[in-house]
């Protein structure tokens, strides 16, 4: 019996262990083309099923092309998908609801969703974390926390090129790259 419960356990493990990896294997990958190079990110539909679909569907309607990574805070993050390089601010569709108790970490190398002090305010902006922020992890830092919907894969040295680029201020915006680091691209690479 004791055996019986071990192999049990075993086949349970197995089948979770191989279910996780299924899943893994078939995460949406795209690719982000910048002026500062390539990088890789996987998204997991799992996890924030209507985030993951609004922002494949960004991708698809070409929306991040042009845009800039337009607050860029070393030791913190660095913020795209929402701003021409002559910081005017792009049309967006309805935000989606927050997907942030989810059970992903704003973890080193995690893209997540930027918002406004709404919770459901989600459009097109995302951010990619450079160092752990546990402070942006549900339920902080306001009681609801910040969606993670995926992490960089491949080209972490192109984020962590980002990260340090020279900023200022321009107009009433903060940490805005003194150079522009554009988004050339973003493409579904399986």
């Not at 989600?122 to 974390?129: G, V």
Request: glycine residues 8%; proline residues 7%.
């Amino acid at each position: 019996m004791t055996f019986s419960l071990s192999k049990r356990a075993l086949v349970l493990a197995c089948a979770l262990w191989a279910s996780h990896g299924a899943f893994a294997a078939d995460a949406p990958k795209l690719k982000f083309a910048t002026s500062l190079g390539d990088f890789v990110v996987e998204v997991y539909p799992d996890k924030a099923p209507k985030t993951v679909e609004n922002f494949l569907q960004y991708a698809k309607d070409k929306h991040y092309e042009g845009t800039v990574f337009h607050r860029v805070m070393d030791g913190f993050m660095v913020q795209g998908g929402g701003f021409t390089a002559d910081m005017k601010e792009k049309s967006t569709r309805p935000p989606v609801p927050l997907e942030a108790s989810n059970g992903l970490k704003n973890d080193r190398g995690t893209i997540s969703m930027a918002r406004t002090n709404n919770p459901n305010s989600a459009t097109a902006q995302f951010f990619i974390n450079v160092q752990n922020n546990a402070s942006l992890n549900a339920p902080s830092p306001d009681g609801y926390g910040y969606t993670v919907f995926g992490k960089v894969v491949s080209g972490m040295d192109v984020v962590d090129k980002i990260r340090v680029v020279p900023t200022g201020n321009k107009g009433p915006f903060q940490n805005v790259p003194l150079t522009p680091v554009s988004i050339q691209s973003v493409t579904l690479v399986k």
